[in-house]
């Protein structure tokens, strides 16, 4: 039955096309570079409907350019947690990924896990339980994959109207702005003034969050020069941390994958005002002494020692220690 759940879950390629999604992009360049970002993520998707975890799956992702490889195991990602729900009783494909050969890929196999629940109505209507399954920490990045999936399929109602699924409140709506956050670098085109006029429609109190996914998605994503990059660190305004925050994030994940590319570490000079590495050890010395989930969850707090640990950094450019989850 293994080819006929593969063909019912597979995901044509046409999907990733910009003209197909109705974004607007008005360079050629930026559309093949976030057409290329969609096809990686499928080619991680349908590998994972393959080998549906293990050093064979490992091989297969790695085998792509090494600076799209976060791309690909988000895609394995979604695929991985589609066959764990979808089945009678959950197989594990995920968790063992994760405890395996996908370990140095956490935070992007939990970003595609959020794309599962996206497609999945009883992941939807049990959003807390889901998350509640996954890593303690990294599991608001599922809600991330959430809302970055909505922006990139329904960014008429997720980013002109502004509408946040039922099931989605409390933190887990702020971790859903940042992943929408990062969907408006493909619904604008990466460009710059467009994604700052889009997040000014916003209300103020999802404005910082949204800032937040643009630093990620253009440290990760990329394709843009430095003066366009200015340009959104001056539009960021009084959410500059939080973009930084971003872009640190990136740096993070790259750094623990072994995949550092240049835009990432342009990014993280632009917003952060350090290079990708000490971004990344930012963020690992914010883990240290992390409390436990309380009224505020430990990634907010995670998330809030970054943006004030970056605005001292960026000024004195001086690099902190390295801390946990490396």
């Not at 091989?59 to 976060?70: K, Q, T, Y």
Request: glycine share 10%.
């Amino acid at each position: 039955m293994g080819w006929l759940t593969n063909r019912l879950l597979s995901i044509p390629a046409r999907e990733t096309l910009v003209s197909r999604r109705g974004f607007q992009v008005r360079e050629p360049a930026v559309a093949a570079r976030l057409e290329s970002i969609g096809q990686t993520f499928l080619c991680g998707y349908h590998a994972a409907l393959r080998h549906r975890g293990g050093a064979d799956l490992a091989h297969s992702l790695m085998a792509i350019d090494s600076e799209l490889h976060g791309f690909a195991f988000e895609g394995a990602g979604m695929a991985l947690t589609l066959l764990d729900r979808m089945a009678p009783i959950n197989r594990g494909y995920l968790h063992r990924f994760l405890a395996g050969d996908g370990a140095p890929h956490i935070y992007m196999l939990h970003v595609g896990a959020g794309w599962a629940m996206a497609r999945l109505p009883w992941l939807r209507r049990r959003v807390d339980a889901f998350v509640a399954t996954l890593h303690p920490l990294a599991r608001w990045l599922a809600l991330d994959g959430y809302g970055f999936h909505q922006g990139y399929f329904y960014w008429p109602e997720s980013v002109r109207r502004q509408q946040v699924p039922r099931g989605v409140a409390g933190y887990a709506r702020r971790a859903f702005d940042q992943g929408l956050g990062r969907s408006l670098w493909f619904v604008e085109g990466a460009d710059t003034p467009r994604i700052a006029a889009a997040i000014s429609a916003f209300p103020q109190s999802r404005q910082a969050d949204l800032w937040s996914g643009v630093g990620l998605a253009c440290a990760y994503a990329g394709g843009v020069d430095r003066r366009r990059l200015e340009f959104l660190r001056e539009a960021a305004g009084p959410y500059l941390a939080q973009a930084a925050q971003g872009a640190a994030f990136a740096a993070k994940a790259r750094a623990r994958a072994g995949n550092p590319a240049h835009q990432t570490d342009l990014a993280c000079g632009v917003f952060c005002g350090i290079p990708a590495h000490a971004a990344a050890a930012v963020t690992d010395d914010a883990l240290d002494d992390l409390p436990p989930d309380g009224a505020v969850p430990a990634y907010e707090t995670w998330r809030r020692r970054i943006q004030e640990r970056l605005l001292v950094t960026g000024r004195h450019s001086c690099q902190p220690a390295g801390g946990l989850m490396r």
